[in-house]
Structure formats: structure tokens, C-alpha cells
T-cell receptor, first 114, second 116 residues
């Protein structure tokens, strides 16, 4: 099945560092979303992006919807230990046949060293 | 109280057994989804339902069936479980925005299933 390419797969960073991860696809999406999943929990929405080129912030998180509508990035500034988790991107659109698509990336596992 | 609940949270079963995973939501959303999560593969859509009378296959529906008993309830069944169905299963709900063009999904806590 179709999936989004998300990178990096995992990263270890020091507390206070900035983090950047991205998601790319061969398909165009109408909406990009970024989720965080903590152990034993379901994904929780962080940021939703609705327009190409849109840049949206949520606290220390900033995400952008690529101009081509085929990619998105998520930045976390000044990381803290509670940022640890798996971050997923997701793209949503209806294809030409009207079929609903909601595709997830493979995830970026983030570990923050205090 | 959680808006999206799943039962059971953990289950161990044997090959060939029938098993049902249940999902309930109090968000009042029309749309409900079942995903499975495997290490390194992210989440993959099994089935989705846009209302009580609407059921659609996702990308990996083989070996699964669903039932939308009410707006608030969406069950996933494995008629004859096999080991490669060992995974973490998530239920999610969503509703359209006021513009009717975008939506956000809200996930349950997951059910960890082990098929021996």
C-alpha cells in the first residue's frame, strides 16, 4: 500500500537542541497532519496544515505544507525530555475517483537525552 | 473520560480463533476507522465507515471484517486469526470541518493483539 516516506527514522538529540523531520510523497495531498505517539497511547494530533506553503506553529512546534503539496516538515525548537515519542506525518485527499485516502508516514522515533 | 475507547487493551489468542475488537466514541463523530500498526510501517488503514450504513475497505482489509452497530460503535473482527495479524490496532474517529473539506482524526489508546 501507499505510504509516506518519513525521515529520519530515528534520532537521538541533546536536550535544548532543535529537531527537524520531514515527510515526502509521490502523491499530492490536500491536507498534511503531524501526530505524536507516546508509549501505550494512540497518536495525538499536533498540527494540521490545509494550504500549500502554509507555515503553522504550535508552541515550540512549527510545520510547513510544501509548495508542491508533496511534502511537509516539522521542527521542534529547544527540545525537552517530554518530547520523546514517535512522530507521524499523515496526508489526506480524495483521489480522482472520489476515493478517500488518509495515508500515514512510517514515523520518526525521537529520543531526547537530558 | 476518554473520547475514544477500545476494548480489550491487550489480547492473546491462538491461530484460527475468532476475535473481536471493539471501539466506542463519545465525540459524536460520524466517521470511524480501524488501523493496524506494525514496527517500521506506521499505521495502515483496514476499514473505515463514514456513517452507520457506510462501510469501506482500506488498503489491508483481507482477513478482517467490521460492523458499525451504531454511530458510536465500530467493531473489528478477525474471523480466523493468524500470526501475521499480531499488531497494535487503533480505532479513530473524525468529522468534517465547517468547510466540509478537511478533517482531523482522534485515536483510541490501541489494542495490542498477539496471535500464537
Amino acid at each position: 500500500g501507499q505510504q509516506l516516506n518519513q525521515s529520519p527514522q530515528s534520532m537521538f538529540i541533546q536536550e535544548g537542541e532543535d529537531v527537524s523531520m520531514n515527510c515526502t510523497s509521490s502523491s499530492i495531498f490536500n491536507t498534511w497532519l503531524w501526530y505524536k505517539q507516546e508509549p501505550g497511547e494512540g497518536p495525538v494530533l499536533l498540527i494540521a496544515l490545509y494550504k500549500a506553503g502554509e507555515l503553522t506553529s504550535n508552541g515550540r512546534l512549527t510545520a510547513q505544507f510544501g509548495i508542491t503539496r508533496k511534502d511537509s516538515f516539522l521542527n521542534i525548537s529547544a527540545s525537552i525530555p517530554s518530547d520523546v515519542g514517535i512522530y507521524f506525518c499523515a496526508g489526506q485527499h480524495y483521489d480522482t475517483s472520489g476515493t478517500y485516502k488518509y495515508i500515514f508516514g512510517t514515523g520518526t522515533r525521537l529520543k531526547v537525552l537530558a | 473520560d476518554a473520547d475514544v475507547t477500545q476494548t480489550p487493551r491487550n489480547r492473546i489468542t491462538k491461530t484460527g480463533k475468532r476475535i473481536m475488537l471493539e471501539c466506542s466514541q463519545t465525540k459524536g463523530h460520524d466517521r470511524m476507522y480501524w488501523y493496524r500498526q506494525d514496527p517500521g510501517l506506521g499505521l495502515r488503514l483496514i476499514y473505515y465507515s463514514f456513517d452507520v450504513k457506510d462501510i469501506n475497505k482500506g488498503e489491508i482489509s483481507d482477513g478482517y471484517s467490521v460492523s458499525r452497530q451504531a454511530q458510536a460503535k465500530f467493531s473489528l473482527s478477525l474471523e480466523s486469526a493468524i500470526p501475521n495479524q499480531t499488531a497494535l490496532y487503533f480505532c479513530a474517529t473524525s468529522d468534517l470541518s465547517r468547510l466540509g473539506t478537511v478533517e482531523t482524526q482522534y485515536f483510541g489508546p490501541g489494542t495490542r493483539l498477539l496471535v500464537l
